[in-house]
């Protein structure tokens, strides 16, 4: 009778973790022990990124290349702590390094756009064509630089639509940074009729340039005859002003310009075309054929 046993499945279970206590208690704390090499490498990524983040901040470095390499290294540390995690659990970490060789192999195969996108990443941070905060325009989208990702640059257009590029796209277009330089020229096209004098002209509209303060005096000013239009003498003007300047000056020259030639009674033409009649019929030989015609 001592030695009946109500549920042997149950015993058998309960005799099999005795004799195996220890492979389990160690089991057990390989996972937990994973668990915390992943906060811990979480943790440290955070703050490796922070740091790395002030100090390069302080250092006075462009913000789209503490962006990027903060990002770098955040990936980079959570990559490691996934590697400890899986060693601690018993896992061949050479193995695994050697399968994910040949799987970022395949994937890279795969993802040969992504690969291009991160590569270009790495060229815009190094040869820095544009800094967070500038004014570009990539192929046809004109914005600030907001910021530069690993895989893509985000540019915030000036009626607040945010577009995020492709890097890949952006290395192999064309880029035009407006911000660079402090100084940017004006190109404005003045057409007035052919019956006004072309001193009298080009003595309102340098009148107008050399009263707006904004207007550098000491870049060269241009204000030539530059094309006979069809219906227009076309004037060039090309002031140089700050960057900052730019289009309040822009629209402030076009008004003072168009009032000043207006006060002088110089006209603005619209299209017009001239046309004349070769060998035109008399009015009476016109209902003569419009009889004619009627009669048939």
């Not at 922070?50 to 901040?57: F, P, R």
């Not at 462009?62 to 980079?76: E, P, Q, S």
């Not at 630089?145 to 064309?174: C, M, Q, R, W, Y």
């Not at 239009?229 to 004037?235: Q, R």
Request: charged fraction near 20%.
């Amino acid at each position: 009778m001592s030695n009946f046993i109500l549920f042997p499945q149950i015993h058998a279970a309960l005799e099999w973790l005795k004799g195996h206590s220890n492979v389990l208690f160690q089991f057990g704390w390989n996972i937990i022990a994973a668990f915390i090499l992943l906060f811990i490498g979480k943790m440290l990524s955070r703050l490796l990124a922070s740091g790395l983040e002030k100090l390069l901040v302080r250092r006075r470095v462009d913000i789209t290349v503490v962006h990027f390499f903060t990002a770098l290294v955040r990936y980079i540390t959570l990559a490691f702590a996934v590697v400890a995690a899986l060693g601690r659990l018993g896992i061949e970490t050479s193995s695994i390094i050697a399968v994910i060789g040949a799987a970022g192999l395949a994937v890279g195969l795969a993802l040969q756009g992504s690969l291009s996108n991160f590569a270009a990443g790495v060229l815009l941070v190094s040869l820095r064509p544009f800094r967070a905060g500038e004014h570009v325009q990539i192929g046809s989208v004109a914005g600030a630089v907001e910021k530069v990702h690993i895989f893509s640059t985000t540019l915030l257009t000036a009626d607040s639509k945010e577009v995020v590029i492709p890097n890949g796209k952006i290395i192999a277009d064309s880029i035009v940074n407006y911000s660079r330089h402090p100084f940017r020229r004006i190109d404005l096209v003045i057409g007035v009729g052919y019956q006004n004098r072309i001193a009298d002209v080009k003595s309102v509209i340098t009148a107008v340039i050399k009263a707006d303060t904004r207007v550098d005096k000491n870049r060269d000013v241009t204000v030539r005859l530059g094309e006979l239009g069809a219906s227009s003498l076309n004037f060039f003007v090309r002031v140089w002003v700050r960057n900052g300047d730019y289009w309040s000056t822009y629209y402030d020259l076009l008004e003072n310009i168009k009032e000043a030639l207006d006060e002088n009674n110089i006209d603005i033409p619209y299209p017009q075309m001239d046309i004349r009649m070769v060998n035109s019929v008399t009015e009476s030989q016109t209902l003569s054929l419009v009889k004619q015609q009627a009669c048939l």
